[in-house]
């Protein structure tokens, strides 16, 4: 299975590629482009984390974890709470009682719970106009409803039992009903927490940069563990690598599922922006974000609803995972779109009420 889909990432690479050098007739080719451009970003966001993760192991396993093991809870999950590309995937493998556990925290419950804790809602209440906020909120506690779907997925697929599973996700699923409880009771104490925990890991990244950057040119460093950043931008390079294909390729299944999501959207009272950002949040969450101030109320809420599982499905988060567990690159989609899923039919259900109305409600 993964073989095919790096085979079709292949394919999407070609694509994209020769459409950029015919000038970018079929828009294929400025996926391709962006593929190499996202490389700076990525590398801020990603690499000086990852130097300064062996510190931050070591000194979460002398503070924190044995608190956690009292608890009976196992440290790993500690790095689930960050996104998957933001340090969670190499915290938890450093923390975890077991490489299985390390796996199961560090891809799949930081590519949904804690890129939505991290990202997704800070930048979502950032961004969005007043009026699709309440939207946005609700739409995040039906995701996280569907929350456990993913994650039991997930957990069988990276070689835990159903109990190991439950065991070791309940805390993030019990702090995700608290985030959502926190989210529609008090948003913004919530989004200010959030916000500044994201702002302090941006803000270690590019320290980690400084040191990691000061070690690679002098051979000084000043902490006693630190990851390489020649290391760390391996990692960056091999995401990157993979986004040049499945960015066009991800174009190109909007190009030929236009259709079909354009008549799903009619038939249950999305948009035409409502209907975009469904495909454009598996890709990336900020600029589907920035469609939510075109839609109608209903689609505020699937859209976000589909967001907590689904964001950034075929492009960071698959990229990361091929990078540094190749073999769990296939189930990480098939978690990430079951939960996806069902998130999106919740917050139908939920929204039944809203299927008759129309554009009117955009600003309401």
Not at 57 to 74: E, M, Q, W
Not at 122 to 144: H, S
Not at 333 to 347: D, E, Q, R, T
Request: charged residues 10%.
């Amino acid at each position: 299975m993964n073989q095919i889909l790096m085979c079709l990432m292949a394919f999407g690479a070609i694509c994209g590629g020769l459409d950029y050098l015919i000038g970018n007739r079929f828009h294929l080719g400025e996926r391709f482009e962006e593929g190499f451009k996202l490389l700076g970003p990525l590398a801020i966001s990603m690499a000086g984390i990852m130097c300064l993760v062996p510190a931050l192991s070591g000194l979460l396993s002398t503070v924190i974890a044995p608190v956690c093991r009292v608890l009976h809870v196992d440290p790993g999950i500690l790095g689930g709470i960050l996104a998957i590309d933001m340090g969670g995937y190499q915290l938890s493998l450093s923390l975890a009682s077991s490489p299985q556990v390390g796996r199961f925290a560090g891809i799949f419950i930081a590519a949904t719970f804690g890129c939505t804790a991290v990202f997704t809602i800070p930048a979502g209440m950032t961004l969005l106009p007043e009026n699709a906020r309440g939207d946005f909120a609700a739409g995040i506690l039906y995701g996280m409803i569907s929350l456990p779907v993913s994650l039991l997925i997930g957990g069988l697929m990276c070689g835990l039992s159903f109990l190991e599973t439950v065991a070791v996700s309940l805390p993030i699923l019990i702090l995700a009903l608290l985030l959502s409880i926190g989210m529609m009771r008090s948003p913004e104490k919530m989004v200010r927490g959030f916000s500044r925990l994201a702002v302090g890991i941006q803000k270690a990244s590019i320290l980690g940069l400084i040191l990691g950057a000061v070690h690679y040119l002098t051979g000084f460093s000043i902490l006693p563990e630190m990851m390489p950043l020649t290391e760390a931008m391996q990692v960056v390079c091999s995401i990157a690598i993979v986004m040049l294909g499945s960015l066009p390729l991800a174009a190109l299944l909007q190009k030929l599922l236009r259709r079909p999501i354009d008549w799903f959207g009619k038939r249950e009272g999305l948009n035409g922006s409502g209907t975009t950002g469904l495909m454009i949040g598996i890709i990336s969450v900020t600029p589907a974000l920035g469609m939510f101030g075109g839609m109608n109320r209903r689609s505020r809420i699937i859209n976000a609803a589909a967001l907590v599982c689904g964001a950034s499905a075929l492009a960071a988060h698959f990229g990361f995972t091929m990078a540094v567990e190749p073999d769990l690159g296939s189930p990480l989609l098939i978690s990430k779109f079951a939960g996806m899923f069902v998130g999106i039919c919740i917050a139908m259900v939920a929204t039944r009420n809203l299927k008759g109305a129309s554009e009117q409600d955009i600003a309401s």
